[in-house]
């Protein structure tokens, strides 16, 4: 039995649990598209003339998607662990690595498509006339944030035994994120000490790339070596979380 | 062969409390070894060490010939573990329950192994519903269905018939028997004093220690018992050990007069025998 299948029939089961779960499913695919509607209303309601609505739209969407993933990731690994699923899957022999493997394959899956219903209501709403690439790239980035907010989630529930343990992790997580990752105001024109910390959100590497790509005539290659923070960050957290998934007590 | 399971001066702590405090035994293959205490006696941790969920402070232990935290894998290839809490998927059926656990193994013809398995725990019938429609009793089925199904030859049963009705439990230990009889070796914790008694041998535990382990039959010679003569219109009564010899050298000082018309005998159950070791440990500076 090697671990690939051991690992696809973590993600097999993780699936037909999605599917079953539909309070699951409202919340991971139908929340972040009626949060992203509210936000039109609520840029619509400012009406600041000097930024374009799409460059905060995008990224405010960007972390919409985190937000969400991470949260509902968080709260259904502690679910296994305090259910003690999760000790009867090592008790049999499944791995660290092939648990949260197949975690993230059943995940990314729905990552895949709650990245594009985001996407796509954000092109609607906000009337996005990007050519195709300029779509794909941006797709690219919600999909990547996406799997690293699962990761995230799975890192930090090895710290919470229980769901409300695992509440005030949420904020320590997504507030620092929301002020320091670049989304309302620039980076630079944080003290340096906050400038370093901004490195250890998401949404900073995430922001990194959709910055450029979102000025008239962006490209993804302009994004340049920021385009490595991304996957850099997610294999790091998820190595973070496949070591710190605790097996035994 | 070597023993299945052997445990030397084992100790875990969690925070303040000692969980395991110099725990040793050994449990060759093929017996049914019972584990007997109240909650918190430290029963659980003990089979939580034994499958490598829990590390120990210090002792060794091997089981199967391997260390539970150095070589879980292998290990845990060849053990059943049943936990106290049902522990499986809610919103997922009995079947695939066991179809998902059973996943982790080499089970052949995975199909016909979980079929089997299901009419062996007799839930058949509700295998397709979610397992959170099923009674606490059932849930134990499922979950003993999902210790079994990979055929193990070292099962680690707590309570695994909590909330199972008796002619479920007699079933569950007809097989287990049939388990043992196969060279199988079944190690289980139990609060039913009835059960114990179908044990090879079982450990008396409190607050992390084992304060008798023995055959069921030597844990009833440690009783007492009230022997009652009726002769000649009179009934003396005698308490005395409850073996055989202590009953052979009683009825020799008697003499077996010819007047006597009845002896009864009434022996401590397992229980109150039990309740003494735990009580006269209790009692101790």
């Given at each position: ?24 499913l ?21 009406d ?78 906000f ?57 309302i ?22 922001d ?19 385009l ?17 998934l605790?097996?035994?007590? | ?6 445990v ?11 969980a ?56 845990r ?114 609060h ?7 044990c ?29 003569v009726?002769s ?54």
């Amino acid at each position: 039995m090697t671990g690939i299948l051991r690992a696809r029939a973590v993600g097999g089961r993780v699936l037909r649990q999605i599917a079953r779960d539909r309070r699951f499913l409202g919340l991971a695919l139908v929340a972040p598209l009626f949060v992203v509607y509210l936000l039109k209303v609520f840029l619509d309601s400012v009406d600041v003339p000097f930024f374009r609505a799409e460059t905060i739209a995008v990224p405010a969407g960007a972390f919409i998607v985190h937000f969400i993933t991470y949260v509902l990731t968080a709260i259904v690994l502690v679910r296994e662990r305090g259910e003690q699923t999760l000790a009867r899957m090592f008790a049999n022999g499944f791995r660290q690595r092939e648990i949260i493997g197949g975690y993230m394959a059943a995940y990314t899956a729905l990552a895949t498509v709650q990245s594009a219903l985001v996407l796509s209501e954000l092109a609607w709403l906000f009337k996005l006339d990007y050519p195709a690439s300029r779509f794909a790239s941006l797709y690219l980035v919600m999909w990547m944030l996406s799997i690293i907010s699962m990761s995230l989630g799975i890192f930090v529930s090895n710290f919470a035994r229980n769901e409300g343990q695992v509440l005030p992790f949420i904020p320590l997580v997504v507030v620092p994120s929301l002020f320091l990752s670049g989304v309302i105001i620039p980076v630079e024109d944080l003290p340096a000490w906050a400038r370093a910390l901004s490195r250890v959100t998401p949404l900073y590497h995430a922001d990194a790339v959709l910055d450029p790509l979102l000025k008239s005539g962006g490209r993804l290659a302009d994004a340049g070596w920021a385009l490595l923070g991304l996957p850099l960050y997610g294999a790091i957290v998820l190595t973070l979380a496949a070591f710190t998934l605790r097996e035994r007590d | 062969m070597t023993d299945a399971v052997v445990v030397d001066n084992l100790r875990k702590r969690y925070g303040r409390i000692q969980a395991l405090d110099g725990i040793s035994l050994a449990v060759p293959r093929g017996e049914i070894f019972g584990l007997l205490g109240a909650n918190g006696a430290g029963k659980t941790t003990l089979i939580r060490s034994l499958v490598g969920l829990a590390r120990p402070d210090s002792g060794t232990l091997r089981v199967l010939g391997l260390d539970p935290v150095r070589e879980a894998r292998a290990l845990r290839r060849q053990v059943g573990y049943m936990p106290q809490a049902p522990s499986l998927y809610q919103d997922l059926s009995p079947r695939e329950n066991v179809r998902f656990f059973g996943s982790a193994h080499e089970l052949g013809d995975a199909e016909a192994r979980v079929a089997e398995v299901m009419k062996f725990v007799e839930l058949a019938a509700r295998e397709r519903d979610p397992v959170h429609t099923l009674s606490g009793g059932m849930k134990q089925r499922v979950s003993l269905a999902c210790a079994l199904v990979h055929r193990p030859p070292l099962l680690l049963l707590d309570e695994p018939t909590a909330g199972v009705d008796p002619p479920l439990r007699e079933a569950f230990w007809n097989h287990f028997r049939g388990l043992a009889a196969a060279g199988g070796t079944i190690f289980v914790s139990t609060h039913q004093l009835d059960e114990a008694m179908s044990c090879g041998r079982v450990a008396v535990m409190r607050n992390g220690r084992i304060l008798a382990c023995d055959t069921p039959a030597g844990l009833l010679q440690r009783g007492r018992t009230v022997v009652r003569v009726a002769s000649g219109g009179r009934t003396e009564e005698e308490t005395i050990a409850s073996t055989p010899e202590a009953l052979a050298e009683f009825l020799k000082r008697r003499g077996l007069d010819p007047a006597v018309a009845r002896v009864e005998l009434a022996a401590d159950t397992l229980e109150k025998i039990v309740l003494d070791l735990v009580r006269r440990e209790g009692a101790q500076p």
